[in-house]
């Protein structure tokens, strides 16, 4: 999260209503990112803020946050990669983790293989592939493909993304294609699904976008 925004706010002496005419983020999404209510602001937002604070991100980036990004970090600088992790182990579905079978991000120890990265995908230093388990993406994707994702665009309606959750001492990530988005919560839904799900966004730890699936980035 970036809670530390209100202190490193008050510390340069700008109010909230400063910093939203200043960002063009409205003052009630600043309060929620101070707050914590907002886990995953879009990166869009945080950059605005950044940049009106002449600050980085990471400076208002709380260390939990940090921690947590390590495991998607690629293992190269940009435009010089070779190599992404690749999270290929399997999350079966249980009592604990209903939402289908997923794969696992081992946030102390990161990626255990590494992949090629494709070219597509030189701009960004967080880049990652993960494994699709299950069948609720056929046949848009098949059980056992690698999908590439990048954590940070903006998610838009119509991309497919991986929903991140908080399990234990470890991510467990999903595939699912973006039906609604909303400051506090996010539509899901699969190829053959007709109702879509709601997730509030404190029930998530993150959304990231899939590309390279020929379907809305390319």
Same mark, same amino acid.
């Given at each position: ?83 992404? &992790? ?25 990626? &255990? ?106």
């Amino acid at each position: 999260m970036y809670t530390k925004l209100y202190e490193v706010r008050r510390n340069l002496n700008v109010t909230q209503g400063e910093l939203a005419e200043l960002s063009k983020v409205s003052q009630s999404q600043i309060s929620k990112i101070e707050k914590g209510s907002v886990k995953t602001p879009s990166h869009d937002k945080l950059v605005r803020i950044a940049e009106a604070l002449g600050i980085s991100i990471h400076d208002f980036m709380d260390e939990q946050v940090e921690r947590i990004k390590t495991p998607f970090k690629a293992f190269n600088t940009v435009g010089n990669a070779v190599f992404i &992790p690749l999270h290929n182990e399997k999350q079966m579905m249980n009592q604990n983790f209903p939402h289908g079978d997923g794969f696992v991000v081992r946030v102390q120890q990161g990626a &255990p293989t590494q992949i090629k990265k494709p070219s597509f995908l030189e701009y960004s230093e967080e880049a990652y592939a993960a494994t699709n388990y299950g069948q609720a993406m056929q046949p848009r994707y098949k059980q056992g493909d690698t999908l590439f994702v990048d954590p940070t665009l903006d998610v838009i309606v119509g991309d497919d993304v991986v929903l991140l959750f908080d399990y234990k001492d470890k991510l467990i990530g999903i595939f699912r294609e973006v039906a609604e988005i909303a400051d506090d919560y996010i539509m899901v839904k699969t190829p053959s699904m007709n109702n879509p799900i709601k997730f509030h966004r404190s029930d998530l730890h993150a959304v990231h976008v899939v590309v390279g699936s020929q379907r809305n980035r390319s």
